[in-house]
């Protein structure tokens, strides 16, 4: 393919343009609960895929950390960190305010760039030239890995350094707008958890001040509610017929977040109709541990009409309302009474413990007045549309910003002549 301009474009070896190494070894005694995070591929990954909160679950110690970077340096803003074990080929380029140490051997660290912006890097290796040259990198059958030495020698064309700070800066536009949207999600999504805390948990809803509360079959609650068990309240797996001929809405359990309702990953289309079956206004509840144990439920909006039926993971449990209204359901899945309840109930070989669906009528919950439930899904409903809405914005930006990528960083695309606000035209 000729590139507009390629005459400006040269090939190098990686080693040329950086520093590739790792981190110094950290031993399983230096671990602690709480410090400066350690990282591991599984939050690079995180970080990768723009969650705003990663997972954090090692740390090391203040005093620890300021060793290391005394003496051999520490991650910093616009270094480059990359898996290289299990999880492959997940870039992530530090910002100002990240402080965190990583595992050697998992994550390859790339520093002290000449000549390269470490933007245009990351972009480059999610590129499908990117790609095809990491590939170059892997060694291992059983468990694929990158080697330092084999990454120092992969080939890059590169533009002048100003071009690659333009093409950078096109492709993070994109991704600003995706993480301000992201962040506006996790504003809507919290808002809608409180909603429901401050109703059904405190009791503190519209009119709340002229309601007495009182005791009814166990629990305390507002004069004029019932008590019900979760499977009165709650369909649990509910028949629903998926058609068996065609391409149809297909979900497995890694495109549900830990953090949120939404889907993370495209939806696919496929053949049959095993396993779960759901439709708009259904929850999805991880069965599985650790998947349950990690927060991951999901909120079925995401199909194109609310007479779509779609297929997914035999781990899913589909819970549907019966008395409730489904953002009702699906917050009710997400509080941490619900979910203690479900993982009580865990049986099965070790690492692989399914929730028993029996638990589900041994869990009671308050059951509101018809008039405080319809006001109460009016008001949440608003707040799960805005969040579909800035999803979808979010998948369409994406899709934009993919078609971009591999024309801008091949070359395709000429933007040498492009005036970009906060680009400097020269070498740092």
Known sequence: MDRL??????????????????????????????????????????????????????????????????????????????????????????????????????????RNFKNLESRFLYYWLVSREGRAELKKATIGSSQSAYTIVLLKELKINLPPLPTQRRIAAVLSAYDDLIANNQRRIAILEELARSLYREWFVEFRFPGYEGVAIVERDGMRVPEGWGVVRATDALYINPPTKVPRAGLKPFLSMGGLSEISMLVNEEVEYREGNSGSKFKNGDTLFARITPCLENGKTGFVQFLTSDTDVAFGSTEFIVLRSRTLCPEMVYLLARSDVFRDNAIKSMSGATGRQRVQEKCFAQFYLAQPDTETLALFSSEASLLFKAIKTLAEKNANLRRTRDLLLPRLVSGELDVSELEIAGVPEEAA
């Open 5 to 110: 301009g390629s005459r400006e474009w040269t090939q190098y070896i990686l080693r040329d343009l950086c520093e590739i190494t790792s981190s110094k070894r950290i031993f399983a005694s230096d671990y602690l609960s709480e410090g400066v995070p350690f990282y591991r591929g599984k939050e690079i990954t995180e970080k990768f895929k723009g969650e705003l909160e990663v997972s954090t679950e090692l740390f090391i110690s203040r005093a620890k950390y300021e060793e290391i970077k005394t003496k051999f340096g520490t991650p910093k803003a616009g270094d480059l960190l990359l898996t290289s074990v299990g999880t492959l080929g997940s870039p992530y380029v530090l910002r100002h305010g990240d402080e965190f140490y990583f595992k050697d051997g998992n994550i390859t660290w790339f």
